[in-house]
């Protein structure tokens, strides 16, 4: 089973999504802990609810360090971005090369990079007019949001749309379908690396 750590700055739906899943049946894998840079963060409640390990590790010159620390003490093969609105250092991303993944709410490459989380993205989106959006799953590199994509959905954009409705409807259609998703793919050994770019081992019957 794949042991995951979950990395939380916020209202914690994508985390919801994949202990939904696992509850289930249908993900094959097990939250070691959930941790965040934010003490508020409602996603901290929702792990605790399930009773998962819950870690906050504040936002000072020692963050980095304390964040290595507290995911290689969760002994998590796995780390999943959902919803986590800090910067890795270089040393967490080489330690663990393609196996941390992050949900981003847009179509990468579009409306992605720096100062583009949360609701900004669907902000953005909408001052442009563009009619598709939708959201994508990447494992994390050095690159703000460049990283190998291993999956992606599409969500039409409506005339009367607002920036929470996008958000929601991303969210609802697209965010927390992907990202259990992409993790039940990763737990079969399914995504592998070739050229730099993921994909997806198909099985043959
Ligand atoms: C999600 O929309 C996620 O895609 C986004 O933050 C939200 C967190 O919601 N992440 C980013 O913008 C990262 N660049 P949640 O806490 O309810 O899962």
Redesign the pocket.
Known sequence: MLQIAVL??????????IIDKINSGELDCKINRVISDNKD???LERAKKHNIDTKVIEFNKDFNENLLSALEESKAELIV?????KVLSSEIIHRYRHKIV????SLIPSF?GKG???I??HEKALERGIKITG?TVHFIDEG??TGPIIMQRAVAVMDDDTPQSL?KR??EEA?QAILPESLKLIAEGRVYIENGKAKIRRIIV
């Open positions: 939380v700055s916020g209202g914690g739906t994508n985390l919801q999504a963060a409602y996603a971005a959902a919803g986590f609105l992050n949900i981003h709410p992605c583009f989380y949360g900004k993205v959201a703000t949001d958000q991303v969210m965010e």
